[in-house]
């Protein structure tokens, strides 16, 4: 285990969602390349967190992954698991294992995906979702566990959110992130700050994740307050498959350093 102090003072953890390499392991039937080595040597590099988003379908992370992981982190118990799903699907039945098996849940990341969804696209609607997602809630709570919902950037709907009792937010980026190389940059930016503010305001914790990279996290972290936790997986991945673990999560650190200096 490696403890890197400069790193946990970063004010922006960076959680790392494993879920693209469980899908290049998923086309074989070799257990290549692994998902509990990745996390490895993800967290040697200075990852703070990983993540894991076990879709019903099991197309990428399945049930024996997120065991496996949680196991792993025992080992690290400075860093956390995040552990992502829609509550009305699979994801309440696998933080219960976990609790019952005595491994790690820091934080449960509700999202509103359907089954067959290619990626997460959206928040989570209220009032129309609020009745339902209070008794989620509140049972990820008791299991000891944060709880996080994903969230459009909408100022107006964080204090509902507060309201179920969500620990935090999780702004879904992608708006962000498709207008980085447009005119709308400025515009989008202001639309996270607003929503960040807004949470924090509710007493809400603010995490950020979808497409968010190398080249916008900066910038991201320089305009929106508050953010606790960045989750990334896919450029993330991708960078890795040119640059190594490694080196990959020492650029993104260096990134979040960057937003701070």
Not at 10 to 33: D, E, M, Q, W, Y
Not at 188 to 213: I, P, S
Not at 218 to 242: R, Y
Request: proline content about 5%; hydrophobic content about 45%; charged content about 20%.
């Amino acid at each position: 285990m490696n403890s890197d102090t400069s790193i946990s003072r970063l004010p922006t953890a960076l959680s790392v969602n494993l879920n693209k390499v469980a899908l290049v392991r998923n086309t074989r039937h070799l257990g290549i390349p692994s998902v509990l080595r990745a996390a490895e040597l993800c967290l040697q590099a200075g990852a703070r967190g990983i993540t894991v988003h076990p879709r019903p379908d099991e197309r990428h992370i399945r049930l024996q992954d997120v065991f496996d992981l949680g196991a792993l982190l025992q080992d690290w118990p400075d860093r956390e698991f995040n552990i992502e799903g829609n509550p009305f699907h699979n994801l309440m039945n696998i933080a219960r294992d976990v609790r019952d098996r005595g491994l790690p849940l820091h934080q449960l990341t509700l999202v509103p995906d359907s089954e067959g969804q290619f990626t997460s696209d959206h928040g989570w609607q209220f009032p129309l979702d609020a009745a339902r997602l209070t008794s989620a809630v509140a049972e990820g709570k008791a299991m000891g566990a944060r709880v996080s919902l994903f969230m459009d950037p909408d100022p107006v709907a964080m204090a509902a959110a507060k309201a179920v009792g969500a620990d935090r937010v999780e702004l879904y980026t992608e708006p962000f992130a498709a207008a980085w190389h447009g005119a709308d940059r400025s515009a989008q930016l202001e639309r996270y700050t607003q929503a960040a503010h807004a949470a924090m305001v509710a007493g809400l914790g603010v995490n950020a994740g979808h497409d968010l990279n190398r080249e916008n996290l900066t910038g991201f972290l320089q305009a929106v307050p508050g953010v606790s936790e960045v989750s990334i997986g896919h450029a993330l991945i991708a960078d890795a498959l040119e640059m190594g673990y490694a080196a990959t999560i020492a650029e993104y650190n260096q990134c979040i350093a960057r937003a701070f200096a």
